[in-house]
């Protein structure tokens, strides 16, 4: 079990007049090797959430433990959680600070306390995994890079840490779509390759359905849905209701359906619309 959280609650500035519960009674379990995403509207409480997993923040009420850490109010094990969680924030470029790729992604490493001959496995390691050319750009500073190239090298930052569980909160905001697409596509294959335990926080409901195994939908600080895609997004109107949306091609699908096109209602991809869309057109339209 990577993540077992159970009846935990986060109160921001607790006793005094603006005390604001975030976090209310979440109970969840995720699994070594799932990729689970995070959606909710602004203020639902997933980032509250995510900043648990590595102890950034530590439950006012109720258990969280993180591949056997228990993360409380008085934990000394911090640090080593830090290791076994890799979380990269909204614009993780912005944190770079070095003068060349290679020092930025070293970074961590080196305070892991690693030889220098460990340093440069993991950052070149690390840069394969986010599909940067080591040679073509360890020696070039990160500024000089493209927006979609700068958010791979704080992604691989994270990597070189070598973590069991990687939390990405909104990780292609501001990304144009080619850059988007880089980083989505990286993300998939990490998990496709490696294994890794992914937590993905998005807005983007046709990037979550496109990705992940498992929806969690969070709502005024509580876990509202949780299932697989086709299981989520057959509530539509509940996500409506909470601010949120199934994917636009979904509706597309709803429109072909009543227009007589024999396809099935629990499309909520383009690839597989494309898919259902020529099968059912080869076979004609209902009667």
Do not use: W
Not at 40 to 63: D, E, I, M, R, Y
Not at 176 to 188: C, F, Q, S, T, V
Not at 250 to 273: C, S
Request: charged fraction near 30%.
């Amino acid at each position: 079990m990577a993540i077992k959280i159970e009846n935990m609650s986060h109160v921001y500035m607790e006793g005094s007049p603006f005390e604001y519960k975030a976090l209310d009674g979440i109970n969840v379990e995720i699994n070594d090797g799932e990729f689970v995403g995070l959606i909710g509207h602004t203020g639902s409480g997933k980032s509250t959430l995510v900043q648990h997993l590595n102890g950034l923040l530590k439950p006012t009420s109720g258990t969280i433990e993180v591949n056997g850490i228990k993360i409380e109010q008085k934990s000394r094990e911090l640090k080593k959680l830090r290791q076994k969680v890799g979380l990269v924030f909204q614009y993780p470029e912005h944190q770079l600070f070095e003068d060349t790729v290679y020092l930025d992604i070293a970074f961590g490493p080196k305070n892991l306390g690693c030889t220098e001959s460990e340093i440069e496995q993991r950052v070149k390691e690390a840069m394969v995994l986010v599909g940067l050319d080591y040679e073509g750009i360890k020696d070039r500073s990160p500024f000089e890079l493209s927006g979609g190239q700068r958010r791979r090298v704080a992604i691989a930052g994270v990597l070189a840490m070598k973590p069991e569980i990687l939390v990405l909160d909104e990780p292609t905001a501001g990304l144009d779509p080619r850059g988007r697409d880089e980083i989505l596509g990286k993300i998939a294959e990490l998990h496709k390759k490696h294994n890794l335990t992914i937590i993905l926080v998005s807005h983007s409901m046709e990037d979550i359905a496109k990705l992940v195994d498992r929806i969690i939908v969070m709502n005024k600080g509580r876990i509202a849905l949780d299932g697989t895609p086709e299981e989520v997004f057959r509530h539509a109107q509940e996500l409506t209701e909470m601010g949120l949306a199934v994917p636009n091609i979904t509706h597309l699908i709803k429109r072909l359906r009543e227009a007589g096109l024999d396809i099935p209602e629990d499309i909520f991809t383009v690839e597989r619309a494309k898919e259902e869309i020529l099968r059912a057109l080869r076979g004609g339209f209902n009667a």
